[in-house]
């Protein structure tokens, strides 16, 4: 694929090249000014050292491979090759899969955002835990990377981010009580909060937390 195919496939990314004539650095905006014709500068790896490059002679140049992160394409080029113009570039598919599946994990938070808002309050308080785990998941499927292992897999599901969450919100899920005993307990034999909180005025009937405590 022409790096003038390539741009024009991904018109909302920054762009890193590694070309026959130098480094280029390219922003989104800086992507459209190429594709219009503007010449663009390279640079041999090191800063104050510049030249520019003809965009037509850029733009005919083959892409070799692709990798992203963190929003910027890193591109690896050579001078066009006439034979298959259009050939997948190594890297793109398990892009473009992570794109899809970051639109539909978006469309399914979007969705369940929405049914939230038909909730009355107190069906919205006692969801708390379910729209944390909501909250946890979209965030985290949202960073680059994160998920490209698992694309062909969450692929299959219409609404990944509901399968997602149902199942992180199910694993949450366990008795905490015995950690809450143990917390109170602690908080008792140390006197944890005694200096930090307002007491209650009528205590005395109250046993000394000098007198420790036992547990069972």
Same mark, same amino acid.
């Not at 090191?46 to 965009?55: I, W």
């Given at each position: ?44 790896g ?10 037509e ?17 890193y ?47 107190? !069906?919205?308080?006692?969801m708390? /835990? +379910?729209?944390?785990? #909501?909250?946890?998941?979209? @965030?985290?499927? %949202? ?19 509901e ?8 694993a ?16 008792a !034999?140390?006197?944890?909060?005694? /200096? +930090?909180?307002?007491? #209650?005025?009528?205590?005395? @009937?109250?046993? %000394?937390?000098?007198q ?5």
């Open positions: 694929m022409q790096v003038k195919d390539f741009l024009k496939k991904y018109p909302n990314d920054n762009f890193q090249m590694m070309t026959p004539g130098g480094y280029v650095d390219l922003s989104s905006q800086q992507a459209k000014e190429l594709l219009a014709g503007k010449p663009v500068a390279a640079h041999p090191e800063s104050g050292c510049k030249m520019m490059v003809d965009a002679e850029l733009l005919m140049e083959s892409v070799l491979s692709a990798n992203w992160r963190h929003g910027t394409c591109m690896l080029t050579d001078l066009s090759q006439e034979a298959e113009p259009q050939k997948e570039v190594d890297g793109m598919l398990e892009h473009d899969k992570e794109q899809k599946l970051k639109e539909r994990i978006k469309a399914g938070y979007e969705t369940y955002i929405q049914q939230l808002k038909t909730k009355p309050v107190p !069906d919205l308080i006692e708390a /835990s +379910e729209i944390a785990a #909501a909250k946890f998941v979209y @965030e985290g499927l %949202s960073v680059d990377g994160v998920m490209a292992e698992y694309a062909d897999y969450l692929l299959q599901f219409e609404n990944p981010f399968v997602v969450r149902d199942e992180w919100h199910m949450q899920e366990y008795d905490h009580h015995e950690e809450l005993d143990h917390v109170l307990w602690r908080m !034999d140390q006197g944890i909060g005694e /200096s +930090e909180y307002q007491m #209650a005025e009528n205590n005395a @009937e109250c046993p %000394s937390l000098e420790g405590v036992t547990m069972c």
